[in-house]
């Protein structure tokens, strides 16, 4: 047999010792696999917890302009690209995939992105100190709207 | 006119293609040149009506001389005789009540088919129902039905029961039963049980299906006619007709209900003149106010249309200062801190007076909120100063005391609060004047689409009905039937309710839900030396994607009008933004 010689005869490759690779492999999944991606072994669900860069390809994958340096620094403050993509644009692409109404339109990446951008800043903004105005309900929150159920 | 409608209907068959006229001459002059396959008997009917004064003939032929132009007046008469007899409690005519069945005259087909039913199910006792009415001689030892008919009249599809119920008081109230089925010409969206689901499921009470749906009408009529009573001063009168209201609104189910619970309870605090108190811990109202906002897209489709009018306007600006009229929470600015933090070129230094009621507590509201808002103009890095303006009326404010820089861009914002000023005369002039003394690059202006400011109380009554029922059947169908309802819900009603109740109960200076159609607010800014700014397509593209976002939000549509956005539920416009300048000569 061939096999066990080979192997033998080539240095093991892992996957895992490449972060780079691994990284430009994962920066074109999409988010749903991903989320399969993070289950696979530790490494893989640290780097895609941590890394986010990678998230910032997702929210940006279909954008044509590549984004002004000045944006990365703004969703790093307001708590990162990974939250901006599960809590807002994430949800907006799907609900704006759902609705009939909304198929004829052609809503570009871009816009959703800017939009989700300021629903994400609104967020951060509510998630500062002060919510005990809101009678106590800490969980309010200017995007449950995203989250509520869709009226099919 | 509805008889008009149903003669030329007529007359479809035989003439060709004449337009169906509105006012009653007009059709008849149209029917009698062009259809010549009409009988002259007809034809000199339709001649008749017209030669003779507008006369209405089939009220002729029963010896009434009554004009169709009055018709409508007739109508409404009896209407309010039949209201008044639905609730007479008096002696001797307190029968009037509970007793009598009343038949809409207009409802000819309806009327019909109930009466070939009745005497195919109940031949040994037709009088009962018909009264003085003649029995057509129908053969009864043949029991198989007259006509077989799927609608929804169909009701001996109902195993077990008598198609009709029998004349007995409806249990719940001494409400007259109305044999109507043909639902009023209202607006309001009520939304009916399907047919075939109530007759199944509803197996005691098989009328139910049409009579929520006449009680919606009546709900709105009774409404109306107390309104009217009280506006008349008539208050024995509008007390009984509210109290009715309230028995009626039982029936409902949904938006109607809670619309009609709280005018019902606005009427009976004007009526009993036990007026609401304003002066309420502003932190509550705050709180209603943020549920509004998270419950229902007019609040964000102001700040986001706004904010968009704004940062056109500040494209080029170093030094900006926004003057916000009424600043609340602040939920509108992070997204133009956000806006201005990724603008080409960098974000500029930015200033915010907020401009709030005093505190009943004495704690300092803006403050907090302008420490907020720091916090995150630290964290995306915009420089940003903050100011707090405590004042009990917008008239109040002094322009120099909101110290305005040389080299400084100025917006002014105001969402939702410049219609308080109408309340005290002057004021809003005032106002205009203070904003033009800042020299303000851009004033945009946020209103609820509606008149509620009318001299005449029934009007007002009127608008505000429509007004505040299309904006709960928004935030119905938003909630997508989740139950129990959210507290979101909940909270926004109860802030709706509460604008519904000072338009309603209060007057003078304490009514400061003035609000103003678009069309008024322009007129006056237009008097006032400001020139309309066009809201660009940006802000009708966001709004449309926000709107999509919303869950149940197939309803809701973004308008253009001339250069304002203006957001609606349906065909009915809600809430308008509007941009405005002052003409480069003044300055």
Known sequence: MVQPEEQEKRPKFSINDHLDILIEILKRLDGPSLGVAACVCRLWCALIRNDDSLWEHICFRHVSVPPPTSVRPV????????????????????????????????????????????????????????????????????????CKPVNV | ?????????????????????????????????????????????????????????????????????????????????????????????????????????????????????????????????????????IDFENQSPVFNDDSEYDLRAIPGMAAYPQIEPDSESSQKRVRSSSVGSDSIPVLPPSPSASNVSESTRPVVLDDSQEAGVRLVHTLMACAEAVQQNNLKLADALVKHVGVLATSQAGAMRKVATYFAQALARRIYRI?????????????????????????????????????????TANRVHVIDFGLKQGMQWPALIQALALRSGGPPKFRLTGIGPPQP?????????????????????????????????????????????????????????????????????KVLSTIKAIKPQIVTIVEQEANHNGLVFLDRFSEA?????????????????????????????????????????????????????????????????????RLGSNAFKQASMLLALFAGGEGYRVEESNGCLMLGWHTRPLIATSAWKIPATES
């Open chain 2, 465 to 533: 009905l429509h007004y505040y029922s299309s904006l709960f059947d928004s935030l119905e169908g938003s909630a997508a039937g989740l139950t129990p309802p959210s507290q979101d819900l909940i909270m926004s009603e109860l802030y709706l309710g509460r604008q519904i109740c000072n338009v309603v109960a209060c007057e003078e200076s304490e009514r400061v839900e003035r609000h103003e159609t678009l069309a008024q607010w322009r007129t006056r800014m237009v008097s006032a030396g400001f020139d309309p700014v």
């Open chain 1, 75 to 146: 969703v790093a403050a307001l708590g990162g690209y990974k939250r901006l993509y599960m809590g807002c644009v994430r949800p907006m692409l799907s609900r704006l995939g759902d609705s009939e109404r909304v198929r004829k339109r052609v809503w570009t990446q871009h816009e959703v992105v800017e939009l989700s951008l300021s629903l994400f800043c609104v967020d951060s903004y509510e998630r500062l100190g002060g919510s005990g105005r809101l009678g106590g309900d800490a969980s309010a929150s200017s995007l449950k709207f995203l």
């Open chain 2, 1 to 137: 006119m509805k008889r008009n409608h149903k003669a030329t209907l007529e007359f479809g068959g035989g003439g060709s293609g004449y337009g169906v006229g509105g006012s009653g001459n007009s059709s008849s002059v149209v029917v009698k040149g062009e259809c010549s396959t009409m009988s002259s008997a007809k034809a000199k009917m339709w001649g008749e009506e017209h030669e003779a004064g507008g006369m209405d003939e089939l009220l002729g032929a029963l010896g009434y001389k009554v004009r169709s132009s009055d018709m409508a007046d007739v109508a409404q008469k009896l209407e309010e005789l039949e209201m008044v007899m639905g609730t007479a409690q008096e002696d001797g005519i307190s029968h009037l009540a509970c007793d009598t069945v009343h038949y809409d005259p207009t409802d000819l087909y309806g009327w019909v088919q109930r009466m070939l039913t009745e005497l195919n199910n109940s031949p040994n006792d037709p009088t009962e129902f018909f009264g003085n009415h003649q029995i057509p001689n």
């Open chain 2, 275 to 315: 007026y609401p108190d304003e002066a309420l811990d502003s932190s509550f109202s705050d709180m209603l106010h943020m549920h509004f906002y998270e419950s229902s897209p007019y609040l964000k489709f102001a700040h986001f249309t706004a904010n968009q009018a704004i940062l056109e306007a500040f494209a």
């Open chain 2, 361 to 429: 507590d004495n704690t300092d509201a803006l403050q907090q909120v302008g420490w907020k808002l720091a916090q995150l103009a630290e964290t995306i890095g915009v420089q940003f100063e903050f100011r707090g303006y405590v004042c009990n009326s917008l008239a109040d404010l002094d322009p120099t005391h909101l110290e305005t820089r040389p080299g400084e861009a100025v917006a002014v914002n105001s969402v939702l609060e410049l219609h308080r000023t109408l309340a005290r005369p002057g004021a809003v002039e």
